[in-house]
Each structure stands twice: as C-alpha cells, then as structure tokens.
C-alpha cells in the first residue's frame, strides 16, 4: 500500500505554474534540474514524492533555485516504499550518495544511522536559522539516535478525522460554527456514529481502511487507540515487549464493536474507504490528512479535526517526512553548505508543503497568517506535539513488516473473524518474531 495516495487533482495555496510538465517528469523518475550552469554548486536531492506532494515539492525547489542562481538543486523522484531505502542503503554503504535525501522519521532506526546516514551538523543548522526549540519536541527528539541528530523534521501526516458536513449537520453533530463537536470517551464516539448511521438511512457512517492483508489501516486506527490510554509496544531500548494487554483490548474491543454494530465496513480496503467518503456514502473517514486535495478537486462539502480522544489522552498514529544525509565518504564543505541553506529554505516555507494537508514541524510556521488561512488544513494542527510515533526499532515505519503483521492481526477483529484476545495474540507472536530476526543494517561505521 501506498502510504500517501495519489489525489485525482492537486490543489495549492499558490498557482502551480508549470504543472502538467511537472507530473510528466515526476512519473519518470528522473532528474529535474531547476537551474544550469558549470559554475553553479551542486547539490543532489533525492526524494519519493509524487502526485500533489510532487508538484508542491517541485515548486518550492524552483523557488529556492529563483532566489540562489548560484545553487543548482538535482532533483531526483525514485519509487516509493522499500525500492526507495534500498537504493538509500546501497548508495550510502557505498559511500556515493546524493548530498540530501528526504525520509520517513518511522524509519531512521533501521537504515543505518552512522552507517548509511551521516549526523547532522548542528552548527550549520544554526547558521541557517534553524533552531531545537522551533521544532516540535517529540519529533525533535525523536530524530536523534543514541543522542545524536541524524534528521531535521519537515512535517507529521497524522491520523485525521474527515468529515461531511451537509451529513453531519443533518445528524446534529456540528456545533453552532458548522465544526464537528468533539466527542470524549467510547460511549460519546459510538453515539455520534449511531446517530450518522440512522442519517444514512443505515448505511455504515464510518469509513476507513479495515482490511489487514498488505494493508495497515487496522495498525493506524489502533496505534492512534492505544497509546491514548498510555499503552506502549517496546522497551525504550527496543527488546522487550511492553504491551498493556488490558489496554491493548479496550482498544481491540472498540474497533470490534464498530464492525458488530455496522458502524463501519469491515471488507472496505483503502480506496474503497476515500471513495466512499467523497461518494456521500459516510458521514466521516479516519484516514491520513493526504487525501485533502483530493475531496478539495472533488468539492466534497467537507472539513476535518483531530481524531478523537477516545481513552483519555489526545493522541493520533503519525508519520513524518524528514531531512536525511546519506553517507558519503568526503562530503564537500562547499556543497554541504548549500544543501543546509536548501534544508533551511524547504522548512521555514513549510506553509507552501502544508497545501497537501500534512502539519509542518516547525513550530513558527504555525502562526504564520499564511497557514492558519488554509482550512481545513489549520484545523488540526495542534496534533503536532501529540503524535503516536512508532518504537524506535528497524523493523517500523511506512509500510513495515510491523504496519502490516499488525493490520494483518487487527482486521479479522473488526470484521469478527477473531476476537480480540485472539487478534492481540497473533500480533504479539508477529512482534516477537520480529524482534528476534536480524538487524539488517548496521549500526555505526
């Protein structure tokens, strides 16, 4: 599964001049090169963004290249998912690397940091204006391994709650400024999904990715649960299973009661899921805050919040796209130089790369008036610092073996295939597998 879908059209704050050349170049793979010259410092840039998050991206180096004619940024789109961090892996054991990769934080503990990634160069950073404390803190620390920066945070693309509004106002769920009221605690959130079905004539109100085979909606939905509550997956040091099993069922047992009451489709898999939603056929989606321009081109009446505080804390499943240095034996201090001003300039014009949805890591963007004017982008931002992260381990991150042993586990709950006794336990036997398979990078150089 992809883990940002493509939307049909893309929509952005600004004119995306240049569009339709821009997808015909994504899609193949190649280079872009945003400015010529012999003279010009060169800095390669490789990343795996495509559709709207393609474009955006494509635009913002055009930009820093308008306003560096001296630079020459190399822009190269590879495959996403696994293809994508073994040409990282194999290019940074080899010490030929690009100057400057974007990455999955999820996936920073297994690709090799020392080995495969260089640190980041904290006096640099600060040269270009970037700051710690401008940074949300738990993605912040989170991009350290054993103490050491090895990633600078861009944004986190967390679990959301889209929502209809023309359903949700017939079904009394907005409040008297057309939001969804907020619901607290199971009993509330079920209410407000039975109240949305018997709007729906019937119909299942919410959708969302239920099926587990190679697919990890059931991990999103529960990783966003669980950890509300306090439950964790691992040891800190990443070798015990630390699993609050009464926890992990209270949260086994919800998804279980949303598939026994018809509450949601238990045989909905991921496009079906976003189809429904744009079709008027749900009155709410839990879903990645990607899939925001697509319901923008198809002028669903929509908006969207947090997802719901269910077991206490306030906490939604995320991921964040990050800034990486592949390996590289003598790295150029004149190059380096320009790929942190490149680094600086993408971040600090993170409200342009919040068009596709995502929330920017880097806190003053937050109060720029320029963000808070996109909706319903704004709407929940004040995620950023409560972020479900996965466990610090090599086997996690967008479309892991974790994501998908999980979803596998957790599907057959929903639909009521196992219980959730049963559906815990096949996941804690996948998890313990897991934990005992080899690390397949190395850990320092």
């Known amino acids: 599964m992809v883990d940002i879908p493509p939307p049909r059209s893309p929509i952005t704050r600004r004119t995306l001049l240049g569009g339709a050349l821009a997808l015909g170049a994504l899609g193949t793979g190649c280079a872009i090169p945003v400015g010529m010259g012999s003279s010009q410092t060169r800095v390669k840039y490789w990343h795996f963004l495509g559709a709207s998050d393609g474009i955006i991206m494509n635009q913002m180096v055009g930009a820093f290249a308008k306003d560096n004619p001296s630079l020459f940024v190399e822009e190269n789109v590879l495959q996403w998912g696994e293809p994508y961090y073994t040409k990282i892996a194999m290019a940074g054991s080899g010490g030929r690397s690009p100057d400057l990769a974007t990455f999955h934080l999820a996936r920073l503990p297994g690709i090799g940091p020392g080995e495969i990634l260089d640190p980041v160069n904290l006096d640099l950073l600060a040269e270009n204006g970037l700051r710690a404390e401008d940074f949300s803190p738990p ?167 947090r997802f719901p505080s269910v077991f206490g804390g306030a906490s939604a499943q995320a991921d964040c796209h990050v800034f990486v240095l592949p390996h590289q034996r003598d790295r150029d201090p004149q190059v380096e130089r320009a790929t942190y001003r490149f680094i600086a300039h993408l971040v600090k014009n993170s409200a342009d790369w919040a068009v596709a949805g995502h929330v920017p890591a880097y806190l003053p963007t937050l109060q720029e008036p320029e963000y808070l004017a996109l909706h319903p982008q704004s709407e929940y931002r004040s995620v950023i610092t409560e972020v479900a992260l996965d466990p610090q381990v090599w086997f996690a991150g967008s479309a892991s073996r974790l994501w998908i042993e999980f979803g596998e586990a957790f599907s057959s709950v929903i639909s009521g295939a196992r219980t959730p006794e049963q559906g815990l336990a096949v996941a804690k036997a996948a998890l313990s597998r897991l934990l005992a398979a080899p690390n397949p990078f190395p850990k320092e150089r």
């Open 139 to 305: 993605i912040w620390e989170r991009a350290h391994i054993d103490g050491v920066l090895y990633a600078v945070p861009f944004d986190a693309h967390p679990m959301v709650q889209y929502y209809n509004t023309d359903i949700c106002g017939r079904a009394g769920l907005l409040g008297g400024d057309g939001k969804l009221l907020p619901t607290k605690g199971p009993d509330q959130l079920l209410e407000a999904l039975r109240k949305a079905k018997q709007t729906l004539g019937g119909k299942p109100p919410l959708a969302f990715d239920a099926l587990g085979l190679g697919t990890v909606g059931p991990w999103r939905v529960w990783w966003s649960l669980y950890p509300q509550s306090g439950g964790t997956l691992l040891s800190e040091d990443g070798t015990k299973i630390t699993i609050d099993d009464a926890k992990a069922l209270e949260a086994l047992s919800l998804m279980r009661t949303l598939g026994a009451e018809g509450l949601c489709n238990p045989t909905t898999d991921y496009g079906a899921s976003v189809a429904d939603f744009q079709n008027g056929n749900a009155a709410i989606l839990w879903n990645g805050d990607w899939e925001t321009t697509t319901y923008k081109q198809a002028k669903v009446p929509f908006s969207m919040a």
